[in-house]
């Protein structure tokens, strides 16, 4: 069984700082780690995957997040918040490496990008 | 290229009606996949596809749930009759073939609300 907890439901943040959106997993097998982005009246779309190569993942848009297996995390980072990331950001894990197969997500965070 | 497309994007309909929700997926993708978000709960996976078969439908809540995809192309869910639990965000996904990692595109959701 697997799982996802997403700490916060909504985080702000001003322009130009930090953005840290917490995840943590729990899989009973190595696990395939994913985060997904929402913008308003758009679809899902993936942001970056973490599918057992390198542990710090880089994806679109500045985004990066680190695979922490004794910590069981997966935290999304952007060293300098843009206005356009305000959206909604999911997390997920799949015990297979493909397509949407059987991804449990978490929650989901709102990012509020404070002027 | 053409995303994945569902309508309507949304719907209202009264308890105890009937709606069918359509997903087209990316042209040449095999695998559809149907996702549902309840509200402020996670997105859950519903069924899997692959071409016209169900190749996993251990996520569909009950039996008034009713997936088809005919030809392999376009999908369909039918809900029969509607109960209010059943409002949140329908998600569509289509990938290729499963060859290693390949990524699911999302659709933007069809919102049903039942009254």
């Known amino acids: 069984a697997q799982s996802v907890t997403q700490l916060g439901s909504h985080v702000s943040v001003s322009e130009g700082a930090l953005v840290l959106l917490r995840c943590n997993y729990s899989s009973s097998v190595p696990p395939y780690l994913f985060w997904y982005v929402q913008y308003p009246n758009q679809g899902l779309q993936l942001l970056l995957k973490?599918?057992?190569?390198?542990?710090l993942v880089k994806g679109i848009n500045g985004f990066e997040a680190e695979f922490k297996k004794s910590e069981t995390s997966f935290h999304l980072t952007k060293p300098s918040a843009h206005m356009s990331d305000a959206a909604e950001y999911f997390c997920?894990?799949?015990?297979?490496?493909?397509?949407?197969?059987?991804?449990?997500f978490g929650k989901g965070t709102h990012l509020i990008i404070q002027p | 290229e053409a995303g994945v497309t569902q309508f309507p994007s949304h719907s209202v309909i009264e308890k105890g009606q009937t709606v069918t929700l359509r997903c087209d997926p990316i042209?040449?993708?095999?695998?559809l996949y149907w996702y549902r978000r309840v509200m402020g709960k996670e997105i859950k996976f519903l069924l899997h596809f692959v071409k016209e078969s169900k190749q996993d439908e251990s996520g569909m809540p009950n039996n008034r749930f009713l997936a088809e995809r005919t030809g392999g192309t376009y999908s369909t869910l039918k809900v029969q009759p509607a109960e209010l639990e059943d409002s949140g965000v329908y998600f569509c996904a289509s990938s290729q073939d499963h060859q290693g990692w390949t990524e699911a595109f999302f659709g933007q959701g069809t919102r049903l609300t039942v009254v």
């Open positions: 973490y599918t057992s190569a390198a542990t």
């Open positions: 042209s040449g993708h095999d695998n």
């Open positions: 997920a894990v799949s015990v297979t490496s493909w397509g949407a197969d059987g991804l449990t």
